[in-house]
DNA sequence: ACCCCACCTTACCGCTCGGTACAAAAAATG
DNA sequence: CATTTTTTGTACCGAGCGGTAAGGTGGGGT
């Protein structure tokens, strides 16, 4: 019953997260039905009766990946939300998904979006799958925004959810923007940009928007 | 010589245009790659040698089927660069598009972006196809914005580029928020948002953001 | 009325897909 | 050293892929 150090039989030839962190960066690169188990296989070093016997199915394996992603690539959110300042958040929040978005040593862009926006309908679960983890990502934004306005560090009028969603769609914008070769430092003046929206809703001349 | 008005032999038991918007939707909601001959077929109400005859291959298709998605769900951004001033220039391209985004009678988000941002390799020339379309907008919408400076309607140091960049990026989010199922009202709550840097920027306080 | 020719239908092509059966190989156990 | 247990390599499976050949079908032109 015991799981994960089985003792008898022929050792695994591979470690399951270095062969995991070549799934990803094969997902990442051409989407989860753009990867066949041929390219899978290949990037990874093993081959396919190792690969499901390790991880089950190419959905699963996909799964795995997205996890693996996200603790890996994506830690740098968790880190932001830490920050004293709603302010900080954000920036630091785009700032090191540019960062993140336009590194080199791995495919530009990100896993979320590009492992499959739209997938055929057999493969509908993939895309929920990918849409249900950027949603946490973007609730756990607005948790920490909405502790903001309570402690008076946004105005009240602010909707925590509203400014939680626009980051998170300027942020996607980016990955699309770094899939199709955009640069760090295009995307950075796109970043300065988004926080002038911010600094004007954190009080200093809110409501200075012409719309009605 | 005279092409388009074939006369002789058995006249199409289709329009062409109809089957092609058939084909739009098809594409626009489950991506090249997740879209099979198939289901083509099905949704376009005609068998394989007639989708052959009439367009070439499945890329051939689908070039039209974007270019015809061009013309008729994104006019939108051409007439807001009509519009007289760079904020409405913005306001509108963005708002207008977030009304198309989640339109009830098509597939929500967008063909650009859906149709495969990230593809196998062998297809990788339908994502450099789409992101050429999308780079075609942006560079429409910068210079428009340059004109803007030029007129005196931004001030001189604002960036047409980065801010066109921008504008784009809040697009491209808003589609994947969208294709995710994010209603209309809560896409323009972040138009709101994004329209506030732009009035940032458009001189009332230019320079609030504290990002050196 | 005839013929012609493009279109539609059916059936099929080679290929690759995701997934698996089976036996050789390799380390721990006795 | 024989046995056991697990992994490995090879070779294969049915299904679906994108794309096509060939003949029946039907609305023109003359």
Not at 1 to 23: I, K, N, Q, Y
Not at 37 to 47: E, F, H, P, Q, V
Not at 87 to 105: F, K, M, N, P, Q
Request: charged letters at 25%; glycine letters at 10%; a negative charge.
């Amino acid at each position: 019953m015991d799981e994960g150090t089985a003792s008898v039989g022929r050792p695994r030839a591979f470690d399951e997260e270095t062969v995991l962190d070549r799934a990803v960066e094969v997902f990442w690169r051409h989407g989860y039905e753009g990867t066949s188990l041929s390219a899978l296989t290949g990037a990874m070093g093993i081959n396919r009766p190792s690969l499901y016997a390790t991880f089950g199915s190419k959905e699963e394996l996909f799964r795995r990946a997205f996890a693996r992603y996200r603790e890996t690539r994506v830690a740098y959110a968790a880190v932001a939300l830490e920050l004293p300042t709603a302010y900080a958040v954000i920036e630091e929040h785009l700032r090191s998904a540019v960062d993140a978005l336009t590194a080199g040593d791995h495919p530009p862009g990100c896993l979320s979006i590009q492992g499959g926006l739209a997938c055929s309908p057999e493969n509908a679960r993939v895309s929920e799958f990918l849409a249900a983890g950027r949603a946490a990502g973007e609730e756990a934004l607005e948790r920490r925004l909405a502790r903001a306005v309570q402690e008076g560090d946004l105005p009240p009028h602010v909707d925590p959810r509203a400014l939680a969603r626009f980051v998170m769609a300027v942020g996607e914008g980016h990955a699309v923007h770094a899939a199709a070769g955009a640069t760090r430092e295009e995307l950075h003046a796109s970043v300065d940009i988004a926080l002038q929206a911010v600094a004007a809703m954190s009080g200093r001349t809110a409501g200075a928007a012409g719309a009605s």
